[in-house]
C-alpha cells in the first residue's frame, strides 16, 4: 500500500487599507472592503475565487465523485470564513458537500491565522476553540489533528496539542531536522506519547506549488508520468507521502494557462489506477501505523522562506515593534467586551501583517513583495501602527464611557 495525504491550506487574510495619521481618531474603518478599490479585500477575493476556489473545488469534487478513494484534508482560516459567508458562500456549500461524503476533512488551527502561540498562549487557546467552535457549528465535525499558522511546529507545541486532544499533528519535513530520515512515515513528537506526527514532503509538495510553472527548472515541464517515477521512487523510503502546499497553487500561483488543474486532475486518477495506491486524509494518514521513530525539534520550524523558521514575521524592529504593541493591548481590549473592538483587534494579529513588513532580500523579499498588498514593508508598518493607534483611542474612550 502507497498513500497520498493530499493537505490544502485555504486562507485570506482581512488586510487594513492605507490608513494614514490623519484617520486616526476620525475613521475606524480600518478594512477596505469597498469593491472599488484596487486593494479591497472584496475585489481580491472574489478575484482568487473565479481563479483558484471555484474551480479546484470543482476539480475536487468532480474526482470525487468520480472515485470514491480519493480524499483531501482542508484547513480553512476564520479570516476566509468570515469573507466567504459575505461573497462566495457557494464555496461553503462545496466543502460541506465534500465532508458530508466522507472524502474530505478540516484540520484545526487558530481562528485568525495568527502566531499567538508565540505571544499570548491565552489568546492562542481563544483562536483555537473558536476555529473548533466555527467548524462544528458549519461542517458538523469537531477538528481532530492540527496544524499551527504557517505550519510553525516545535515540541512545546505538539505537547500542546496531545493535552488538548488532537490524534495529531502537522510539520515540515525540513532536512536539518529529519537528518538521514525520510518524511514518508509517521512520527511521534519528543515529549509526547499518543499523538502522532506528519511531515511535509517539501521537495515533491514545492515542485508542484513552486516550481510546476518555472521555465527555467531543469524538469520542466512537468509531467504526470514523471511525477509518478518520482513518487514511487520516495516510496523506497516510506509508503506515506505528505503533499502539503496553499490551495491557492491551483490557478493563483500557478495559473490555468500553465496547465495546473490538468496536471493534477490526470495525476489524481492515475494514481489511483494503480490497485495499491490510495489517498488519505490527515486523521486517516495517523492510523496508517505506529509511529517509526521520535522527531524532536526544539526550535521553531515552518514552512517559510529558506530559513524554515520565524524570521519571516518576527526578525526585524518593526514587525517585534508591531507585535510587541499589539498584544500589549489585548487584556485591556477584551475587558471592554465590545466585539467590534474586540474583532477589529484579532483581526489585526493575522499573520500576514507582520509578514508584509519583512525586509528580507534576494528570493524570499521576492515572495513577500508579491503577496503584499503594499508598496513597501514600511509604508505597512506606519499603516499598521496608525490603525493601533485608533484602537487605542476607541480602547480610552471605552474606559472614560
Avoid at 34 to 44: F, P, T, V
Avoid at 321 to 344: C, F, K, V, W
Wanted: proline share 3%; aromatic share 14%.
Amino acid at each position: 500500500m502507497r498513500a497520498i495525504c493530499l493537505y490544502l491550506h485555504i486562507h485570506q487574510p482581512v488586510r487594513y487599507r492605507q490608513y494614514s495619521i490623519f484617520d486616526v481618531s476620525n475613521n475606524s474603518n480600518y478594512y477596505n472592503d469597498d469593491y472599488n478599490g484596487r486593494q479591497s479585500n472584496e475585489r481580491i477575493f472574489r478575484k482568487v475565487t473565479e481563479k483558484s476556489y471555484r474551480p479546484m473545488l470543482k476539480l475536487l469534487e468532480d474526482k470525487m465523485k468520480e472515485n470514491p478513494g480519493f480524499k483531501v484534508s482542508l484547513s480553512l482560516t476564520g479570516t476566509w470564513l468570515d469573507q466567504a459567508e459575505k461573497w462566495a458562500p457557494e464555496l461553503i456549500a462545496t466543502i460541506k458537500r465534500m465532508t458530508d461524503c466522507g472524502q474530505a476533512e478540516i484540520v484545526g488551527e487558530t481562528y485568525y491565522h495568527s502566531l499567538a502561540y508565540y505571544y499570548n498562549l491565552d489568546e492562542f487557546n481563544d483562536q483555537v476553540k473558536m476555529h473548533s467552535e466555527k467548524i462544528q457549528q458549519v461542517f458538523g465535525a469537531k477538528p481532530k489533528v492540527f496544524r499551527n499558522t504557517e505550519l510553525a511546529y516545535n515540541d512545546s507545541l505538539a505537547k500542546w496539542a496531545e493535552d488538548a486532544g488532537y490524534k495529531g499533528i502537522l510539520a515540515e519535513g525540513w532536512d536539518k531536522v529529519l537528518g538521514w530520515r525520510s518524511p514518508n512515515y509517521v512520527y511521534r513528537p519528543a515529549g509526547c506519547n499518543d499523538i502522532k506526527l506528519l511531515l511535509k514532503n517539501y521537495r515533491l509538495s514545492d515542485d508542484i506549488a513552486f516550481r510546476f510553472s518555472n521555465r527555467a527548472w531543469s524538469e520542466w515541464p512537468l509531467t504526470v508520468s514523471k511525477y509518478k517515477d518520482w513518487i514511487n521512487m520516495d516510496c523506497l523510503h516510506g509508503n506515506l507521502i505528505n503533499l502539503f502546499m496553499d490551495f491557492e497553487t491551483f490557478g493563483e500561483h500557478q495559473w490555468q494557462d500553465t496547465g495546473i488543474f490538468d496536471f493534477m486532475s490526470c495525476f489524481i486518477s492515475e494514481w489511483l489506477n494503480e490497485y495499491e495506491n490510495k489517498f488519505v486524509t490527515v486523521s486517516e494518514a495517523c492510523d496508517l501505523s505506529d509511529p517509526v521513530g521520535e522527531i524532536s525539534m526544539p526550535e521553531t520550524v515552518t514552512w517559510a522562506d529558506t530559513e524554515r523558521d520565524l524570521s519571516a514575521w518576527l526578525s526585524n524592529s518593526m514587525q517585534k515593534s508591531a507585535m510587541s504593541d499589539l498584544y500589549g493591548m489585548r487584556d485591556e481590549i477584551l475587558a471592554t467586551h465590545n466585539q467590534d473592538l474586540i474583532r477589529d483587534w484579532r483581526y489585526l494579529t493575522t499573520s500576514d501583517h507582520p509578514y508584509s513588513m519583512c525586509t528580507k532580500y534576494w528570493n524570499d523579499g521576492d515572495v513577500h513583495a508579491y503577496f503584499s498588498a503594499y508598496a513597501s514593508p514600511y509604508e505597512s508598518f506606519m499603516y499598521y501602527m496608525n490603525v493601533l493607534r485608533d484602537l487605542d483611542y476607541r480602547l480610552n474612550n471605552l474606559k472614560h464611557l
